[in-house]
């Protein structure tokens, strides 16, 4: 029942950007008398679509929350549907703020895309282990998620901002920087919404492949033995984990083992399967990429700078500006100050040098730079949207690269 209200909450969103769209392209038509009724009456509609689905989204995580007993954070699935609905909270009151339709068709699709990400990890409900079970949960993960929505909105208007002030006709080396620099995002989001498709296609076809590793445990009375780990995949393995030995493997256009091995150098847990998504994710991101390219003929950061023509480039500059001065306090509480006291509490130490807790303050020092350089040198137009921009690329690495890749206290079950 209350992934019905999810899937519901997905479709919504999708149509309500579709509505964003035609608020913009709309206007230029010579139909409509009057482009700014026109563009503020279909950007209230879908700002009215993007509440129902929120709604929508927030009754199914209530629901999960009663379901489990408690706040439906602790995974990879469950913390990114969540993140993914503090996106839309974070672009409705933006909105409310300068009510741009515009910023709809850049920050929806960032939440569409976190969710669907959300998707291709197990969906069941999981105990809280002895470390998750504090109060401190909702209060740190919910903070930290909330701010980091309000750098995905800085983020979208960071990528407006850069789509339509770039020069993609230019020549120069610094127009070429330019352009490679905005294609380049595009393409990360790209890469992320291929890697979906693959894991949906691919789960679709039933492809299953094992492997089966020794590993080093420790049981009763601190005694160390070593136990058959099995890695599964759920997309072709490319390259298969370390002295693994193989399971079972459905052929794969032909293949029936996997020509490479992981390095002996990657550690962590699955770091074969890891290293093989992460080879799946590129290939399908550049083969996306290139049909999209084939399609529109000229490079994609060109074919959105038409849907930008009537904004104010300060207009925009502001929006993003603004998401971030709101996001960095909420996520100084949540990620830093909450997180100290909680892990005082559950391991006894402020501070540990954990991957996940060094990447955290990277993401704050780069946020606190953002505003020094902003306030203090004058860092706005394209400066600043560049800094936008790349600081919820190293977002997003802390979500998932971390999560994903490097082993350590913080790594979500499910990853």
């Not at 809280?128 to 800085?154: C, D, M, N, R």
Request: glycine share 8%; hydrophobic share 55%; with cysteine.
């Amino acid at each position: 029942m209350s992934s019905s209200f999810l899937l519901g909450a997905f479709i919504v969103y999708a149509v309500a950007l579709l509505v964003f769209v035609v608020a913009i392209t709309g206007k230029s038509s010579v139909m409509v008398t009057d482009p700014v009724a026109y563009g503020k009456r279909w950007g209230n509609i879908g700002l009215v679509l993007t509440i129902i689905g929120f709604i929508s989204q927030l009754t199914y995580f209530f629901k999960r929350w009663a379901e489990a007993g408690h706040i439906p954070t602790s995974n990879m699935f469950e913390f990114m549907t969540f993140l993914g609905m503090m996106i839309v909270l974070a672009f409705i009151i933006v909105f409310l703020l300068y009510r741009t339709a515009v910023l709809g068709v850049f920050a929806l699709p960032v939440a569409i895309i976190v969710i669907a990400y959300a998707s291709v990890f197990p969906r069941e409900v999981q105990p809280l282990i002895p470390a998750l079970q504090s109060y401190w949960l909702k209060i740190h993960v919910t903070t930290a998620a909330f701010g980091e929505a309000f750098f995905a909105v800085g983020f979208a208007a960071g990528l407006m901002y850069l789509i339509q002030s770039v020069n993609f006709k230019g020549t120069s080396k610094g127009d070429r920087k330019e352009q490679r620099g905005v294609e380049f995002t595009i393409f990360t989001l790209v890469m992320i919404l291929a890697f979906v498709i693959a894991i949906f296609s691919f789960n679709a076809a039933g492809y299953h492949a094992r492997f089966a590793n020794d590993v080093m445990v420790t049981g009763k009375d601190n005694v160390e033995q070593v136990v058959k780990q099995n890695v599964d995949y759920v997309l072709p393995p490319i390259v298969k984990p370390y002295q693994g030995e193989q399971v079972e493997m459905k052929p794969f256009l032909g293949m029936t083992e996997p020509p490479f091995e992981a390095p002996s150098w990657m550690k962590g847990a699955n770091a074969g399967r890891k290293f093989n998504t992460v080879i799946w994710s590129v290939f399908c991101g550049a083969v996306l990429y290139g049909l999209l390219r084939l399609i529109a003929r000229k490079p994609l950061g060109a074919t959105l700078q038409p849907l930008l023509s009537g904004m104010d480039p300060d207009d925009v500059d502001e929006i993003g500006y603004r998401a971030i001065a709101i996001g960095y306090p909420i996520f100084t509480l949540g990620a830093l100050v909450f997180a100290m006291i909680w892990a005082a509490e559950a391991w006894g130490r402020f501070w540990g040098w954990d991957p996940k807790e060094v990447w955290a303050l990277i993401v704050w020092l780069f946020y606190a730079a953002y505003l020094h350089l902003r306030l203090s040198r004058g860092w706005q137009g394209k400066k600043s949207a560049w800094l936008s921009v790349i600081g919820f690329l190293v977002v997003m690495f802390t979500l998932i690269g971390v999560n994903l890749v490097i082993a350590g206290l913080h790594s979500y079950s499910g990853a």
